[in-house]
């Protein structure tokens, strides 16, 4: 024992030199709840802890010069209880998250490797509820048979401009979409036949902000005679904060679903009041209306909220969730950053309700 602490300090002293030139930091983020689920998708109530996007990772910063620093970062995501998306076998590690190199001046700032897209940026900045049973993912995210929307693509090319005045635009390129992409020949990353642009912009000014963003999945070739070889998104959101209050609201509209020549709209409105500091009560409904030409493909979700911050980096929680479906939709009450981890399938739940309690705690360092 008393070998492997002088082992350690050792290396510790060794590489402290070297992290501090580079200036390494670790940082990461616990989030664990207990959730109750009910509903028409299940024959019982059940109940269980979830790991919901909980993370560690490296980032830093080396300064070239007064107009060019170089930025670096490695995320991986990692599940506490070892029965969610990476398994006992993974030891709790995996899903690879945000990772990248790249370069950040007074010009802006261009990245290369893993990222989300601005697309999912933007839809992320309009969420109260990330990562618990009450994601508005679990609306605006639904893949409807296709590659799905918020993505965290690899081989991804990003520019981000400085801060103009409030105005500030993100433009991503996806070298490749061939891994996913059932018609690339061959499938390899550097097919660039099968790519995707993401872009978002957006503007604030005393206490009103207003984004949009934009995204086009493209193929190959279409993967069947009469379908589309190319799928297009668009996202308007506005939100106002004063004194203590916010309020926001997003409109998507999803073209070529299914890569047919459908189309699906969704609307989302929120509010959150934080008072005496460390006390926040929200609120936020999401609802998708049907598939053009797909009668009854409508759900929609609701959740209630009350966080209370314990310190700068940590807070508790209470909420309840609720989502809806017609009868030929599969919306989730259990998908965006939350865990799957129960035996029960709570992901899809055709014509069927889904409800859901859950506690947690998120602690980030």
Known sequence: MKKNIIAIAVAAAMIAPAAAMADTTLYGKFHVSYDVLSGDNATNTQSGFSTNSSRIGIKGK?????????????????????????????????????????ATGGWGTVIAGRHDTPFKMMGRSYDLFGDTIGDSRNIISQKHGDFGWDLRPSQVVAYVTPDLMGFKAVVAYVNSWAPSDPTASPASPYNTKSNAWSLSAGYKIAGFGLDAAYEQHKLQAAPAPGMKDSQDAYRIGANYSIAGFKILGLYQDVKNVGLTSDDVKVYGVGAAYTFMGANTVKAQYFKADDISNRPNTGGDMWAVGYDYKLSKQTNVYAMYAQTSNSSAASYTIMGGGHDYSYPTDTAAFPGGKSSAVSVGIEHKF
């Open 62 to 102: 080396e300064k070239i010069n007064d107009s060019l620093s170089i930025i670096y970062q490695y995320e991986t995501g990692f599940d506490a209880g070892q029965n969610g998306s990476f398994g006992a076998s993974s030891g709790g590690l995996g899903g690879q998250r945000n990772t990248f190199i790249g």
